[in-house]
């Protein structure tokens, strides 16, 4: 993936990304081409005509005292069980939007992003968020880890309250309801296909309890049915209860 940087005031921020994750610096490519640009402070995931990044602001209103309990995701994960110290790890963060959810509720959460180019903007969205009055104490909850959870929740040496999957899979790809920006994530994740190491490794963690996001008629993960689900308008969580 090649790392271009637009102005001079944004080449440190490249350069700085560029290491971090493995990335060519440059200063063009080929039309057509995906690449992420660094620019005006901030880094986009571009093909040329579309175009996105990771950024935490459109979800914030939802993390507004009225609205944050009445989320889905929060009301499955029921902070509250597990006191004021309570943890969490989002195993599939992507970009961070259900990670930043559960962290405004109150969860110190672990994200796991193993493509680097979406753990490279979630990164940056983290680090732009730090700066932001109003996400910054959210955002201080948030730990990122670029690399296979699989294979961290494995070797967890503390047991987490709550984990949180979220994979891919082929009926997604389908949905009229994509937006268009994001045509070009799917170009970077393949859906699941180790379903059942993710979920058994999400077990060997010991985890209270495993929360598994799926749309509403999906199939369950792996095939394991659930303790019980709550259901929204178009996606549900599954949740896995143990003591």
């Known amino acids: 993936m090649r790392l271009i940087a637009i102005e001079q005031p944004d080449r440190l921020l490249a350069e700085g990304i560029a ?33 996105m ?24 994960a029921k902070r509250k069980a597990f006191g004021e110290r309570a943890t969490a790890v989002d195993a599939t963060a992507g970009l961070g939007e259900d990670a930043f959810l559960l962290a405004a509720a109150g969860f110190c959460v672990q994200l796991y992003e193993s493509d680097p180019v979406i753990a490279a903007l979630l990164s940056d969205a983290l680090r732009r968020a730090a700066c932001d009055e109003t996400m910054a104490g959210i955002v201080s909850r948030m730990t990122l880890h670029c690399g296979d959870s699989i294979e961290a929740m494995k070797a ?20 009229a309801l994509i937006k268009k920006k994001f045509q070009l994530l799917q170009q970077l994740e393949k859906p699941c296909g180790e379903e059942t190491e993710l979920f058994d ?19 369950f993960l792996a095939g394991r049915k659930p303790d019980y689900s709550l259901n929204g308008k178009a996606i549900r969580y599954d949740c896995y209860i143990f003591p």
């Open 201 to 219: 490794a999400a077990v060997s963690a010991g985890a209270h309890r495993i929360l598994v996001k799926r749309p509403l008629k999906g199939p």
């Open 156 to 175: 967890m040496a503390e047991r987490p309250d709550v984990i949180l999957l979220d994979p891919m899979f082929p009926e997604r790809h389908k949905s």
């Open 19 to 51: 290491s971090e994750f493995g990335f060519e610096l440059a200063t063009d490519a080929p039309r057509g081409d995906m690449v992420l640009k660094m620019e005006e402070g901030q880094l986009f995931l571009t093909d040329g005509e579309l175009s």
């Open 53 to 76: 990044c990771g950024d935490f602001t459109r979800i914030l209103p939802r993390t507004q005292k009225g609205r944050l309990a009445g989320e889905l995701l929060v009301k499955a």
